[in-house]
C-alpha cells in the first residue's frame, strides 16, 4: 500500500499520539486528565473502612467526577480565584499536609517496627502489669485530716460505701468508691503501692497521698491477670512502636533546626 506524503504525515502523527492519549483519561477544553488519577482515586476508596472494590462502574463514575473536577477548576481559575490570599493560604496548608503524610510513610516504610521490637515492647508491658488484678474501692478527699477522720468512722462501723458518697472522685463515688478489676499499672504509684500490700477485706489504716489528693483503700478481691495474647495486641503494639519511632524522628529535627 501506497501513501501520498500527505496521507503518510497523518498516519504518522496519529501512532505518535496514540501512546500519550491512552495516558489520559479525558481532555477538557484542551486540558488533559491524566489515567493515573483514576488509579489514585480507586485505591484511596478501597483503602477505605467501607470502601467499594475496583469495578468498570467504580471507574466511569470516577471518570465523570474527575470530568466535572477539572471544568469547575478552569471556571475557577478564569475568575482568578487561585490568587485569593485566603485560597493561597488554605492550598499552602493542603501541600504542608500532603507533604508531611508523605514524609511520614517514608520514615515509616524505612524503619519498620521488626518482630523482636514487638516481642520485647510486649514482655515489657506484660511485666509492668503483673499477672494479678485487684478489685479495689477509694475515697478521696482534699485534706489529709478529713481522711483522717473518714478512717476513725470506718473503724468506729460506718459502712465504707456510705461514706464513699464525700469522695472527691465523682465518678466512683456513686457505686460506693468502686474502682473494679484493675492491674496496678493502671493507678498512680503511691495508690498502686498501698493497694497491693492490702490484704483481702482490709483497708488503709492511714491516708495515702497522691497528686489527687488524699486516699482510703478497702481491697475486695483479688485474682489473675487476664493478658491478651500477643497476636491480639500486635496491631496496637506496632502502631505504639511507630508512634515512638516518629516522635523521637520530629524531635532529632527540631534539634536540627534552627529557631528564632
Known amino acids: 500500500m501506497n501513501f501520498k506524503p500527505a496521507q503518510l504525515l497523518l498516519v504518522l502523527l496519529a501512532v505518535a499520539a496514540a501512546p500519550v492519549m491512552a495516558q489520559n483519561l479525558a481532555v477538557v477544553n484542551g486540558k488533559s486528565i491524566p489515567l493515573a488519577r483514576v488509579d489514585a482515586m480507586v485505591k484511596q476508596i478501597a483503602a477505605q473502612p467501607n470502601g ?6 467504580l471507574r466511569s463514575m470516577i471518570k465523570e467526577e474527575l470530568i466535572t473536577r477539572e471544568i469547575l477548576l478552569q471556571e475557577a481559575d478564569k475568575l482568578g480565584l ?18 508531611i503524610r508523605a514524609l511520614v510513610n517514608d520514615f515509616v516504610k524505612k524503619h519498620p517496627v521488626s518482630d ?11 511485666l509492668q502489669t503483673g499477672d494479678t488484678e485487684y ?14 477522720a473518714i478512717i476513725l468512722k470506718l473503724k468506729a462501723g ?18 460506693g468508691g468502686d474502682l473494679d478489676w484493675a492491674t496496678p499499672a493502671s493507678f498512680v504509684k503511691p495508690f498502686s503501692d498501698a493497694m497491693v500490700g492490702l490484704q483481702k477485706g482490709q483497708m488503709t489504716e492511714t491516708p495515702v497521698h497522691s497528686q489527687f489528693g488524699y486516699h482510703i483503700i478497702r481491697l475486695d478481691d483479688t485474682r489473675p491477670a487476664k493478658v491478651p495474647a500477643l ?20 524531635e532529632e529535627l527540631r534539634k536540627k533546626s534552627k529557631i528564632q
Open 52 to 57: 467499594q472494590p475496583d469495578s468498570p462502574q
Open 82 to 99: 487561585g490568587k485569593n490570599d485566603e485560597v493561597k493560604t488554605q492550598l499552602d496548608m493542603a501541600r504542608q499536609s500532603i507533604l
Open 116 to 126: 523482636a521490637d514487638i516481642k520485647a515492647e510486649y514482655d515489657k508491658v506484660k
Open 135 to 148: 478489685h479495689v474501692r477509694h475515697i478521696l478527699v482534699e485534706k489529709e485530716d478529713d481522711a483522717k
Open 158 to 175: 460506718a459502712k465504707f460505701e456510705d461514706l464513699a458518697k464525700e469522695s472527691k472522685d465523682t465518678g466512683s463515688a456513686a457505686n
Open 231 to 250: 497476636d491480639d495486641v500486635k496491631k496496637q503494639i506496632v502502631e505504639s512502636l511507630q508512634q515512638k519511632k516518629l516522635q523521637a524522628f520530629q
